[in-house]
């Protein structure tokens, strides 16, 4: 089933055109790559399907539903979430703290109920809590869940800002670059991740220069070049078209 389906994105920027009018359907349970040059607008797509830009043109519809031009809160409580590919953490919050606010999209206690502890309010406090010692099991972080977070690895930062992103249980979760700056062993242990996030069922958007990662955990690839949509399909199709491969990839790939 289509779970996200993007028809003709077009975005310009004082006059630029980032995006060149892009089409393109996302599978319920699979993980789509999206790769091609630094400035070709994988990101800006990301960010309109997210809801952080509006399209110039064009439409984004999720779950059947248009939601062109929704905010991005109002796409993360539908489902839709995201990380982005500077690390973005509170540094010195402890690790279970800065997986808890991504929880906060589920909330519904007002001010009033804060300020005076409403039995509401400690209700999600303690659904917060669970729910981030969840995800940090399931990214093998929950023995250090009290840690400053600023204390963890650059590789261990990498994973909370991903649990923090599953706290709000995503239907669809975009991953801007989560192997950059990863070493072998711990891209790695970003693939089983991945494997295990989509097994779930979550589904993924990879943007991502690693090609050994692409290709080994991705079902279909997306290739942007200068704004516009050169390929889509299979891992080994894409390897194999000479538009790709002029454009991207390079003769020895």
Known sequence: MELLEVRGLVKHFNGVRALKGISFSLREGEILGMIGPNGAGKTTLVN?????????????????????????????????ARTFQHIQI????????????????????????CLFHFP?????????VKRALEVLDLVGLRDKAKWPAFALPYGDQKKVVIARALSGNPKILMLDEPAGGLNEMETQEMGELLEELR???????????DMTLVMDVCHRILVIHHGRRIALGDPQGVRRDPQVIHAYLGENV
């Open 48 to 80: 309109i399907v997210s809801g952080i830009y509006r399209p110039t043109s064009g439409d984004v519809f999720f779950q059947g539903e248009r939601v062109t031009g929704k905010p991005s809160h109002a796409m993360a409580r539908m489902g839709v």
């Open 120 to 128: 509401s309010v400690r209700r999600e406090e303690e659904g917060a």
């Open 199 to 209: 097994r779930l069922g979550i589904t993924l958007v990879l943007i991502e220069h």
């Open 90 to 113: 509170f540094p010195e919050m402890t690790v279970l703290e800065n997986v808890m606010a991504g929880y906060h999209i589920r909330g519904s206690s007002g001010v009033i109920p």
